[in-house]
């Protein structure tokens, strides 16, 4: 692994409280990785300042930015969408991708009147193996973290604000600290740890994001399985309202 320089292992340190518990889904570790570890193993072997500098400053900003608009966030596996911080290229493709990251997690979360509860469909690819599952022609070679997706993911967030706006029947004006949830079954927090640790013992996890290549797939119905999944474990709701 690569040892950061004091400066950049030092804002790591800084921002790892953010991460609360670290809980991981991964099979063979029970916690997910400090941001310092994390970066140390995405970075090993590169001795390029100005990369790992804009590196650390980018993953310091996606950690501060989830913890901000999903301050209940379970799950903080953080390996593959790191890993793909690292790859968009040289300080300057990182700060695009950092504030892209960014600007979506406060599109969709607490700040926002989407009021999405966790960032887990997104960084766990249930949005985006959905959305490959309907065009798989054109999109089944666009990974996760890739711009054409993080493209639909902005449009969709001016299409659900437009939909809130008007008061729609799935998604409509939230009351109060009410959180969003247009899904058939509960995501309170002690059922979105079950259902997603289910999930993962059943390896019905699209993207796994605690490996640095993600291994992200779409050709399963993930989201009915999740469903499924859910009314085994009694976790059902009823229709989405």
Same mark, same amino acid.
């Given at each position: 692994?690569?040892?950061?320089?004091? +400066?950049?292992?030092?804002?790591?340190?800084?921002?790892?409280?953010?991460?609360?518990?670290?809980?991981?889904?991964? @099979?063979?570790?029970?916690?997910? @990785?400090?941001?310092?570890?994390?970066?140390?193993?995405?970075?090993?072997?590169?001795? =390029? +300042? /100005?990369?790992?500098? /804009?590196?650390?400053?980018?993953?310091? %900003?996606?950690?501060? /930015?989830?913890?901000? &608009?999903?301050?209940?966030?379970?799950?903080?596996?953080?390996?593959?969408? /790191?890993?793909?911080?690292?790859?968009?290229?040289?300080?300057?493709?990182?700060?695009?991708?950092?504030?892209?990251?960014?600007?979506?997690?406060?599109?969709?979360?607490?700040?926002?009147?989407?009021?999405?509860?966790?960032?887990? =469909?997104?960084?766990?690819? !249930? =949005?985006?193996?959905?959305?490959?599952?309907? *065009?798989?022609?054109?999109?089944?070679?666009?990974?996760?973290?890739?711009?054409?997706?993080? #493209?639909?993911?902005?449009?969709?967030?001016?299409?659900?604000?437009?939909?809130?706006?008007?008061?729609? %029947?799935?998604?409509?004006?939230?009351?109060?600290? +009410?959180?969003?949830?247009?899904?058939? !079954?509960?995501? *309170?927090? +002690?059922?979105?740890?079950?259902?997603?640790?289910?999930?993962?013992? *059943?390896?019905?996890? @699209?993207?796994?994001?605690?490996?640095?290549?993600?291994?992200?797939?779409?050709?399963?119905? !993930?989201? #009915?399985?999740?469903? *499924?999944?859910?009314?085994?474990?009694?976790?059902?709701?009823?229709?989405? &309202?």
């Amino acid at each position: 692994m690569t040892r950061l320089p004091n +400066e950049l292992a030092e804002s790591l340190d800084r921002v790892e409280p953010l991460l609360g518990a670290r809980a991981s889904l991964a @099979p063979d570790r029970p916690l997910a @990785p400090t941001p310092r570890e994390l970066a140390e193993r995405v970075t090993a072997g590169s001795h =390029d +300042e /100005a990369r790992l500098r /804009a590196f650390t400053r980018g993953l310091c %900003a996606i950690i501060r /930015a989830l913890a901000e &608009s999903f301050p209940d966030n379970i799950f903080w596996d953080l390996d593959y969408p /790191a890993r793909c911080l690292w790859d968009s290229g040289g300080p300057r493709e990182m700060e695009v991708f950092t504030r892209r990251v960014v600007a979506l997690c406060h599109g969709f979360g607490l700040g926002s009147p989407l009021r999405f509860r966790y960032a887990h =469909d997104f960084f766990f690819g !249930f =949005d985006w193996a959905r959305w490959v599952t309907r *065009e798989p022609t054109s999109r089944a070679s666009i990974h996760p973290f890739d711009a054409p997706f993080l #493209d639909y993911l902005e449009v969709r967030r001016g299409e659900l604000l437009a939909l809130v706006a008007q008061d729609d %029947a799935k998604y409509s004006r939230l009351q109060g600290a +009410e959180f969003r949830n247009p899904f058939g !079954f509960s995501r *309170e927090p +002690e059922e979105e740890l079950r259902l997603h640790q289910a999930l993962a013992r *059943e390896d019905l996890i @699209p993207v796994k994001a605690w490996r640095m290549d993600g291994e992200p797939r779409w050709n399963l119905p !993930f989201a #009915d399985l999740r469903t *499924e999944t859910a009314r085994r474990l009694g976790l059902s709701r009823g229709t989405p &309202s």
